[in-house]
């Protein structure tokens, strides 16, 4: 039997890439801030396994960015994340765990320092723009919010490096981890970052001019022939082996960036402003009572986790599994899910509930990688 078609709409826009992305015979989509996503290209797994070896273009325009820009830019960035901005550099881009007033997980957003004054936050899959506006409106802000025409091309990959190196130069090479450069692509300057959502390494291009979007696709892949590039994109079996989070699908607004695993990018003590402070304040001292981990599942490979799997030890429900794919290199089902304090530690054995039936599964402290 086929899938359902995906009908489209305005509601679902197109990207600068999207008909290099068609050519390249893309499979499967998704949805993500209202654009297109592609997802799959020759399967799951071939995808995975050419990511780990060689280099993918990926059409990642569905990031889309959120521009802050004016006297109290500064002022509001500090009031959206409880992760500590006042040191963050010019070249900088910081991971932001952003949180409503209940230090509920709104977004974790790349966010790029620009200058003093304008700010891009990367966003993930939710409509964080409305709820900016609406500080900024209720609190009547002197700064500027919108969402600019900003497309990012993503290059991921073993070989990124070399491959980004013939389109933009040597300089390239020299970016470091969470950091970005302006280099110029025909005549245009580029925000291009280290960054990306696969632990496979590479790069970011911030794309602000539609019609650059092909030139720049197609300078890429004759560049990277013998490289093996090809079009990807981020894949389900890899990220959760790295513990990539997904916004949506692992944590959403009923979560705390504690009990997300990402209490290291919260300095609640010193992020003054941030309207989740006094909630988080409390989380830190008493602690999550539950927390994002690894599991491994046993037995035959599963599909894709379209649901939440129940999570039980001894008959009672201990947590819920968010993400599950069968992982080719280490042989098992790997997973991700939110445990309880009293069935979190490594090495713990627990039963999930699966569309197949009831499977044991192990506690991870660490991810596969």
Request: charged letters at 25%; proline letters at 5%.
């Amino acid at each position: 039997m086929s899938a359902p078609l995906l009908s489209l709409s305005r509601r679902i826009r197109r990207t600068p890439f999207s008909g290099r992305v068609m050519a390249s015979g893309v499979k499967a989509y998704t949805v993500y801030n209202h654009m297109l996503l592609p997802s799959v290209f020759e399967s799951p797994e071939e995808d995975y396994r050419h990511l780990k070896t060689d280099v993918q273009v990926w059409d990642v325009a569905c990031e889309r960015q959120v521009e802050v820009r004016g006297p109290d830019a500064a002022r509001l960035l500090q009031m959206l994340t409880p992760r500590d901005l006042s040191k963050m550099a010019m070249d900088q881009c910081y991971y932001t765990p952003m949180v409503d007033e209940t230090g509920g997980m709104l977004n974790d957003p790349l966010t790029l320092k620009l200058a003093e004054d304008r700010f891009w936050v990367s966003i993930a899959d939710s409509d964080l723009l409305f709820w900016i506006k609406g500080l900024v409106y209720g609190l009547r802000l002197e700064v500027d919010v919108d969402e600019p025409d900003v497309s990012p091309l993503a290059v991921q990959g073993p070989k990124a490096d070399d491959l980004m190196a013939r389109v933009f130069g040597d300089t390239v090479r020299d970016i470091r981890f969470f950091r970005y450069a302006t280099l110029p692509f025909e005549g245009h300057d580029l925000v291009v970052a280290r960054s990306g959502y696969s632990k496979q390494g590479g790069f970011e291009i911030y794309v602000d001019q539609w019609d650059l979007g092909e030139p720049l696709w197609d300078a890429l892949f004759a560049a990277g022939e013998d490289l093996n590039v090809r079009a990807g994109g981020p894949n389900l079996i890899e990220r959760i082996e790295g513990g990539l989070l997904s916004y949506g699908n692992d944590m959403t607004r009923e979560n705390t960036p504690h009990e997300c695993g990402l209490g290291k990018f919260c300095q609640t003590q010193t992020a003054i402003g941030c309207v989740g402070r006094d909630a988080l304040l409390r989380v830190a001292v008493e602690g999550p009572v539950r927390q994002i981990r690894s599991l491994a599942i046993d037995g035959e490979a599963l599909g894709p986790c379209g649901d939440l799997w129940s999570v039980y030890a001894n008959g009672k429900r201990v947590g819920r599994v968010t993400s599950a794919a069968w992982s080719p290199d280490f042989e098992t089902n790997v997973a991700i899910g939110m445990i309880r304090m009293t069935h979190w530690d490594d090495g713990t054995k627990v039963e999930v509930e699966t569309p197949d039936g009831m499977r044991t599964a192990t506690v991870r402290e660490s991810f596969f990688i």
